[in-house]
Structures are given as C-alpha cells and as structure tokens.
C-alpha cells in the first residue's frame, strides 16, 4: 500500500527510535510495530516488514560496539549458532500459529528478564563464590547449557515477534556470563543482528511485506544504531542497567494494554 509523506515520516522517525533503543537496551519493535499498524498494514505485514527493516539498525548497532567485541569471538559463535536456530524456528511458526499463546507469555518472561537485570550483580557474586568453593568456577566460561538453552528459547521468541527481546538477552547473560555490561551488551547487539536476519532472509521467502515501510525503517534504523552506540557505550552500567529496566517495564505496559 502507498504510504502519504506524513505516515512516511513517521515510519522513517520510529526506525531511528527503534534502532537507537535496540542497540542500548532492545525493544525497539514497540515503536515501529504500532506505527506500522496505525499506517493500515495488518498485524503479521507489519510484523514481516519491521523484522527485515530493523537488521540493518542491528547491523548498525553491533558495528558501533565493535571495540566491546574484542575478545569474544568463541563466545560470539557459540551463542549466535544456537540463536540462528531459535531465530529460524521462530519465524516458522510466525508463519504457522496464531499469536495466542505467546502474547499470555510474553510480559510474563520480559517480567522475569528484569528481575535477573535487577539482581544480577548479587546473584552473580554469590555463583561465582558458590563455584569457586565447589572448584567449578572456570567450566562454563561461555555460560554453559543453561545460557544456551535460554539463549535458544529467547531467540525463538525473537524471530516469532521480537519485542525486548534484548532485556531477555541481557537478562540471561547477564547473570550467566561473568564480564562487563557492556561487553555483554556488545554480544547481545550481534545475537540481536544473526536472529533477525535469519527470520528476514525466511520471510523474504514465504510471507508478505510493504518494501516501503521496510525501505524507512531500514534507513531509520541505520542511523539509530549509530546514535545508540554513541549513547549505550558512554553509559556507566547503573545507568545502563535503570535503563534496561525503565524500557522493559514500558514493554510490558504496553504488551498487557495491546
């Protein structure tokens, strides 16, 4: 469908808005997603075309926290293998399933990601003093079975819908992976980038989509990932971390009022 030069605008502005939280935190699909409804297009259109329009802001996004990735190149592959499968298996059943029963889910484990945002640092102190008396402190550098399931299932979620799913991501690792917030940040950003365009590249294939609104949303989200960088490196870890917060409990609100 055609969109006039104010839905557009519109479009373009909530990809830059998109792309700058989800580099910082995630969530960026609350944004576009109800722009994209409001311009006319249907739910799943909507959906198809804020995923493949929102991997360029992903791309973006992991570039601006290139110097954060130093380092993490075994721990980068092993997690992004895992969330290509969730990705890919996720946008199945976008494809396959109604909404249903992931829309009761969904504010239920965004609910649970804050709350590991929240206490991670305690909780992580006390697992790494547990493990270092049990001598298992150094055996899952990477986080180990659990972060990879977790990882699995969160992408899943990902490439299904997408929204926060960065608060699960930063969640998850964050009280698995004994490493900065924003060297975990940076990890997230390439998970976040690999998800969506697996689900792109299978919907490009099997579903309908407005090439406009992607075209918008990708520019917007490009230059967002840029500013998200910017914004998201120079913030000290309690700040990243209210920001976590303070965006995944906007999520929620406005995932339980849709």
Known sequence: MA???WESLAVFAAGVGAGTINTIVGSGTLITFPVLLATGLSPVTANVSNTLGLVPGSISGAIGYRKELAGQRRRVLRLGAVSLVGGLAGAVLLVTLPSDSFDT???VLIGIALVLVVVQPRLAKALRARQQETGTAARHPDGGP??????LLSSAYGGYFGAAQ????????????????QRINAVKNIVAALVNGIAA????FVATFDWTAVLLIAAGSTLGGQIGAK???????????AVIVAVGVLAIVQLLLR
């Open 201 to 204: 590249v299978f919907f490009l």
């Open 146 to 151: 659990a972060l990879l399931t977790g990882m």
């Open 231 to 241: 914004i998201g490196r120079r913030l000290p870890p309690t700040a990243l971390r």
């Open 166 to 181: 960065g608060v699960l991501y930063l969640g998850l690792m964050g009280l698995a992976l004994h490493d900065d917030l």
């Open 3 to 5: 969109l006039s030069i």
């Open 105 to 107: 889910i969904v504010p």
